[in-house]
């Protein structure tokens, strides 16, 4: 998934919008874009569109983010969304691999209920939003066959620190969040999941976000979240490899497919060893 675009779990409107843009993915919202009141109504809209959309073909993937753990709303989220077959659920506030294991013994009784397959649903947990869930990344891998990806957030995980900004005056992240940004990378490779970046609140500037992207895409991250439908375009043109660059991948994986017993081949006067091999392997593998 390039593109993953946050749309409220209570507007209609934004959600029918979403499936007009292009993106990979919409993640139907039940956390923080809906006040309390409104969670009931939010839950049977967004329910009321993924039944609409379940057997739609050609759709974006469909995940809800439900409500904390923590919160006492989860379990009212699950029961609301989960008749209607999710492809995955986002997990805001995750610490590790405990909290997606939870989540996983919980989808797994919804699904033997509503008859679907185990483990149909996929878990994309928000594994940076407290300095608990920090320290927790190392948990992750091997937590559950569930995991599609991590991602990290800045928004939250600012207010636990006491951060008066996350940003510094020339845009960047600041030395906590770059540090919690990296740990993330780091948590993906070893889980062998797709590593997804975190959102760009400043929706209008449309620059800015490109170069944010072209570095994620550089450091190893394969997609990003998006608060507002102008953002998709920009993120997918960036996440989307070149055709330059599955060229070289599908020489790079068929040079070692020619020579199975070796460790370096080479290709147009060019050294490649098995690094090499691995991160074509990868590219190509986003490509269905």
Same mark, same amino acid.
Not at 149 to 159: M, V
């Given at each position: 998934?390039?593109?993953?675009?946050?749309?409220?779990?209570?507007?209609?409107?934004?959600?029918?919008?979403?499936?007009?843009? &292009?993106?990979?993915?919409?993640?139907?919202?039940?956390?923080?874009?809906?006040?309390?009141?409104?969670?009931?109504?939010?839950?049977?809209?967004?329910? &009321?569109?993924?039944?609409?959309?379940?057997?739609?073909?050609?759709?974006?993937?469909?995940?809800?983010?439900?409500?904390?753990?923590?919160?006492?709303?989860?379990?009212?989220?699950?029961?609301?969304?989960?008749?209607?077959? $999710?492809?995955?659920?986002?997990?805001?506030?995750?610490?590790?691999? $405990?909290?997606? &294991?939870?989540?996983?013994?919980?989808?797994?009784?919804?699904?033997?209920?509503?008859?679907?397959?185990?483990?149909?649903?996929?878990?994309?947990?928000?594994?940076?939003?407290?300095?608990?869930?920090?320290?927790?990344?190392?948990?992750?891998?091997?937590?559950?066959?569930?995991?599609?990806?991590?991602?990290?957030?800045?928004?939250?995980?600012?207010?636990?620190?006491?951060?008066?900004?996350?940003?510094?005056?020339?845009?960047?992240?600041?030395? $906590?969040?770059?540090?919690?940004?990296?740990?993330?990378?780091?948590?993906?490779?070893?889980?062998?999941?797709?590593?997804?970046?975190?959102?760009?609140?400043?929706?209008?500037?449309?620059?800015?976000?490109?170069?944010?992207?072209?570095?994620?895409?550089?450091?190893?991250?394969?997609?990003?979240?998006?608060?507002?439908?102008?953002?998709?375009?920009?993120?997918?043109?960036?996440?989307? $490899?070149?055709?330059?660059?599955?060229?070289?991948?599908?020489?790079?994986?068929?040079?070692?497919?020619?020579?199975?017993?070796?460790?370096?081949?080479?290709?147009?006067?060019?050294?490649?060893?098995?690094?090499?091999?691995?991160?074509?392997?990868?590219?190509?593998?986003?490509?269905?």
């Amino acid at each position: 998934m390039r593109s993953l675009l946050f749309v409220p779990g209570d507007s209609p409107r934004k959600q029918e919008k979403g499936l007009e843009v &292009g993106a990979d993915a919409l993640i139907l919202d039940l956390e923080d874009s809906v006040a309390l009141p409104e969670k009931g109504k939010a839950r049977e809209i967004a329910a &009321g569109f993924l039944s609409r959309m379940r057997d739609v073909a050609g759709r974006p993937r469909l995940y809800v983010r439900v409500n904390a753990l923590d919160t006492g709303l989860t379990e009212d989220d699950l029961a609301a969304v989960m008749p209607h077959a $999710p492809d995955g659920i986002m997990l805001p506030k995750a610490e590790g691999g $405990p909290s997606v &294991g939870q989540l996983g013994a919980r989808l797994a009784v919804h699904e033997a209920e509503h008859g679907l397959p185990d483990g149909a649903t996929r878990i994309l947990p928000i594994a940076t939003e407290t300095a608990r869930a920090v320290f927790a990344l190392q948990s992750l891998p091997g937590a559950s066959r569930r995991l599609s990806g991590i991602t990290w957030g800045a928004e939250d995980l600012s207010a636990d620190l006491g951060a008066e900004t996350n940003r510094g005056e020339d845009g960047a992240w600041t030395a $906590p969040f770059v540090l919690a940004r990296n740990l993330t990378l780091m948590a993906a490779a070893a889980a062998e999941v797709d590593a997804i970046d975190t959102i760009n609140a400043l929706f209008r500037d449309l620059d800015g976000l490109a170069r944010e992207c072209r570095e994620a895409r550089r450091d190893g991250f394969t997609g990003k979240m998006a608060i507002h439908p102008a953002q998709v375009a920009v993120i997918n043109e960036a996440f989307t $490899p070149t055709d330059a660059a599955i060229a070289q991948a599908r020489k790079v994986a068929a040079a070692f497919a020619e020579a199975p017993g070796m460790g370096v081949v080479g290709i147009d006067g060019e050294m490649f060893d098995r690094p090499h091999l691995r991160r074509a392997e990868r590219l190509l593998a986003r490509l269905g």
